[in-house]
């Protein structure tokens, strides 16, 4: 069975996350875990939380029918980076003209599955 885990409308560029997304993908859980604990990026912190939710809801006795499962046997299947909405602001510059800059936000999605299942 998939446990899964989100954050949404994280304040974030989803272009700075992806890459740390495109490590821990495939990976054992608790492998995934210590890659993002070593990462020095901001966006680290932030799926290592996502992912820790994923596992926890793995070990919730509701969600996973009473089966003991451990955290040596969950793989990340799916580490997703969506683009969220955008916060439009305006900045004057030279000659009356003005820039737009996007203040832009993210998705995360991870979902972690037994080995067995796959």
């Known amino acids: 069975m998939a446990y899964k885990a989100s954050h ?6 989803a272009r700075k996350v992806r890459p740390l ?13 210590d890659i993002l604990k070593y990462q020095p990026e901001r966006g680290a912190r932030l799926l290592e939380k996502v992912l820790m939710s994923a596992l926890g809801n793995a070990q919730d006795p ?3 029918k009473g089966k003991n499962i451990r ?7 799916d580490a997703r980076i969506d683009g969220g909405p955008m916060f439009k602001r305006i900045r004057p510059v030279s000659r009356g003209m003005a ?4 203040r832009r ?6 979902t972690v599955e037994e080995i067995s299942e796959l």
């Open 8 to 13: 949404r409308f994280i304040r974030i560029s």
């Open 21 to 33: 997304a495109t490590l821990i993908r495939g990976k054992f859980a608790d492998e995934a875990l």
């Open 62 to 64: 509701e969600q996973n």
């Open 71 to 77: 955290v040596e046997q969950l793989v990340v299947t």
């Open 99 to 102: 820039y737009m800059i996007k």
């Open 105 to 110: 936000s993210a998705h995360i999605h991870v």
